[in-house]
């Protein structure tokens, strides 16, 4: 049974920082592609930011860039995102997703996905 757990979530001011992860389990992590995607109240949820299977090559919506960095540790299954320079529009639920079938902005490419952390930016 393959399970996705995003952790790190909360409240923080604008300008601030925080740091989520994604643990995964019942899949061999080094296989699979991994991305951040976010959903905003009224909003469809979006891409954030995406990560191959090695590691070694990154893509980011630009409304991100230069300020969220996503990163993973294979030997402890997990994925990283690094959010700072918060602004209120970040405010949504954060998803982390895996994949196989190449790294992608679309959700639809991913198999599983975790239930969400909240991050709130406040003003």
């Known amino acids: 049974q393959v399970q996705l757990v995003e952790t790190g979530g909360g409240l923080v001011q604008t300008g601030g920082s925080l740091r989520l992860s994604c643990a995964a389990s019942g899949l061999t992590f080094s296989n699979y592609d991994m991305a951040w995607f976010r959903q905003a109240p009224g909003n469809e949820r979006e891409f954030v930011m995406a990560?191959?299977?090695?590691?070694?090559?990154?893509m980011y919506a630009d409304s991100v860039k230069g300020r969220f960095t996503i990163s993973r540790d294979n030997a402890e299954s997990t994925m990283y995102h690094q959010m700072t320079s918060l602004k209120p529009e970040d405010t949504a639920v954060y998803y982390c997703a895996a994949g196989n079938r190449g790294s992608t902005r679309r959700s639809t490419f991913y198999d599983y996905w975790g239930q969400g952390t909240q991050v709130t930016v406040s003003s």
């Open positions: 990560i191959t299977r090695s590691g070694q090559v990154t």
